[in-house]
């Protein structure tokens, strides 16, 4: 601090007065730079700018993980390839998932395979390089549908409120799809608006599940017509089958 030009020093401290430490020490390390003077304005401008830019996105970033369930999540779709412990059908799926042109497009996912084949694993992959650019939620569909429902009881403009929030976001998980029968008609139309209403304004939904969605219907008890409403929805574009080695 102290090698810096009276004008560079008074701009580091108003800089550390306005609580910017990150374009303070970006100012302070880029005036006692050897390069400093042959460098152009543009390259000025970037490098100054390049660390504030950086840690804004990646609080961003971060307080998207937290929004979307997300935080402390290490999958990585690096990860989810073929191996010796499990196959991605169709092939060469993986490499076009990670575009993230479904969630651009709006487009649908069904991932289907037995308990822990990777199906979690790889929703949340996506769901994390989508929190760079997307808002993002993760849900367990039984808990979730559970919580709706209650809200809808106990606090009704709270309700719909959330379930404006669910249809806006760009990209919804819902894990552990059909896990169990549903037996409860609220629960079933709660889940059949929040996917109706998606579709109609193409936003991009995950589901997970362990079962085939043709039997889907069965273990939606009572409304033949949500039923087939809600399978066709979350079948509508990409169906993901993870297959372990062991069972092929």
Not at 4 to 21: G, W
Not at 79 to 87: A, F, G, P, T
Not at 96 to 111: A, H, M, R, W
Not at 166 to 191: A, G, N, P, S
Request: proline share 4%; glycine share 2%; net charge negative.
């Amino acid at each position: 601090m102290n090698n810096l030009p009276e004008p560079v020093r008074s701009i580091v401290d108003d800089l550390n007065d306005l609580k910017d430490p990150i374009l303070a020490s970006a100012v302070e390390s880029l005036c006692l730079s050897k390069d400093f003077h042959n460098l152009s304005s543009l390259e000025l401008i970037n490098q100054l700018l390049l660390p504030v830019c950086e840690q804004k996105l990646n609080k961003r970033f971060n307080g998207r993980l937290e929004k979307a369930n997300l935080s402390g999540c290490p999958q990585t779709i690096d990860n989810c390839k073929d191996s010796s412990e499990r196959v991605y059908l169709p092939s060469d799926i993986i490499s076009t998932l990670s575009t993230l042109d479904f969630v651009e497009e709006g487009l649908n996912i069904c991932i289907l395979g037995p308990s822990d084949s990777g199906k979690s694993y790889l929703a949340k992959a996506l769901a994390v390089m989508a929190c760079f650019r997307h808002m993002v939620c993760y849900e367990h569909c039984e808990s979730f549908l559970e919580a709706m429902v209650s809200l809808k009881e106990t606090d009704y403009p709270k309700y719909q409120k959330k379930v404006r929030h669910y249809i806006k976001l760009d990209l919804l998980i819902l894990d552990d799809f059909m896990l169990h029968t549903i037996t409860d008609e609220r629960e079933i139309k709660v889940l059949f608006e929040i996917m109706e209403k998606r579709n109609e304004l193409s936003r991009s939904t995950i589901c997970c599940s362990q079962r085939d969605p043709k039997s889907w219907p069965s273990m939606i008890l009572n409304d033949e017509v949500s039923a087939n409403s809600i399978m066709k929805r979350a079948t509508k574009h990409y169906t993901v089958v993870i297959q372990p080695m062991n069972e092929q």
